[in-house]
């Protein structure tokens, strides 16, 4: 990222922590329990379903903890929740102790909550009306026992619905990472998001764009299945930082398929995205330290 993007979203940060857009701060911020400490929550959304947005959370979480930070995922698609088996948690189940629910731990050492891991069964359906949904958002955050994390990343359901509505205006969600595809790289899609993440003062750190490309197997010549990326000129449009692509990769869906993610994923995956979110949650923790001193 140049030094003038940087500038750019620092002071965007800037502005939503101590400017005018200051984030709703005492009741409607949901209270963490004496159990978790978590320095920074990273949103990653879309405008609609099926584009990557569990991939990157994954990809996200997974680079982070290789860099030495303390990762948990939050899972916030309570009804369609992806996350534990791509960590490999398949058929793992949270523990209750005492009154807290204590998240599920990778093999890398990733904190995970999912509506997967408290249900009977994986493939049991969640029929919950949005009220519902939200009050579970609610118990991953103050009911469980996250303990110190450096990043929480909340992996949202498609859309601007209901749920991201809740995590915005209740956790201290630091900025949102937002992921499109090439065919819906229409700029209303990604519009909506971040639109909605205006409306609600959390700031934008970027968009990445999956499944931008294919690699052929045999000379790695990329090929474009629909048509060039229009990565940069959308990040353009909405005035945000282009964050990186992703290919489409066969090897990404079986890893995910067979929970082999965490360990199959290339190192330096979204690299560029991964400095973003370090440099932001640097920020905001010089920003605090000013206050608190
Ligand atoms: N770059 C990629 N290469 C290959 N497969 C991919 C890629 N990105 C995503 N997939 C696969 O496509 C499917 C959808 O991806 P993913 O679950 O991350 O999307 P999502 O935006 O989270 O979907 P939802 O809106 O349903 O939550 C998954 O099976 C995933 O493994
Ligand atoms: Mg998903």
């Keep these: 990222m140049e030094a003038s993007d940087q500038e750019r979203l620092r002071k965007e940060v800037d502005e939503v922590l101590h400017g005018k857009g200051k984030q709703p701060q005492g009741p409607e ?3 963490q329990n004496d159990y978790s400490n978590v320095r920074h929550v990273i949103g990653v959304v879309s405008g609609k379903g099926g584009v990557g947005k569990s991939l990157v959370c994954g990809v996200l979480a997974v680079e982070l903890a290789r860099r030495g930070a303390r990762v948990g995922v939050l899972d916030a698609d309570i009804t369609g929740p992806s ?28 904190e995970v909550m999912s509506a997967n891991l408290v249900l009977e069964h994986e493939t049991d359906p969640v029929i919950w009306r949005g009220p519902v949904v939200a009050g579970a958002i609610k118990q991953f955050w103050e009911d469980c026992a996250w303990g110190e ?17 809740t995590v915005f205006q209740s956790l201290p969600v630091d900025g949102i990472v937002i992921v499109s595809s ?18 609600m003062q959390v700031p934008v750190l970027g968009l990445v764009e999956n499944m931008a490309y294919v690699e052929c197997p045999d000379c790695g010549r990329k090929i474009y299945p629909f048509g060039p990326s229009r990565l940069k ?29 965490e360990d199959e994923l290339p190192a330096g995956t979204l690299s560029e995205a991964v400095d973003t979110v370090v440099s932001v949650a640097e920020f905001v923790d010089a920003l605090r330290g000013g206050q608190e001193g």
């Excluded at 994390?149 to 991201?164: E, I, K, R, S």
């Excluded at 090439?182 to 519009?191: A, E, H, R, S, T």
């Excluded at 930082?241 to 993610?261: H, K, M, V, Y």
């Design 29 to 31: 911020l949901f209270k």
């Design 83 to 110: 996350i534990p088996k791509m960590l490999g948690l398949s058929g793992a189940r949270a523990r209750g102790v005492d009154e807290l629910i204590v998240p599920v731990r990778t093999k890398g050492g990733i």
């Design 149 to 165: 994390l450096d990043y929480l990343l909340v992996d949202m359901p498609p859309g601007t619905g209901d749920v991201p509505l």
């Design 182 to 199: 090439p065919q819906d790289l229409v700029q209303m899609v990604v519009g909506k998001a971040v639109n909605m993440a205006n409306m």
């Design 233 to 261: 000129e959308t990040a353009e449009a909405f005035d945000i930082e282009a964050l990186g692509q992703l290919p489409i990769d066969p090897r990404i869906a079986e890893s995910c398929d067979r929970g082999t993610f």
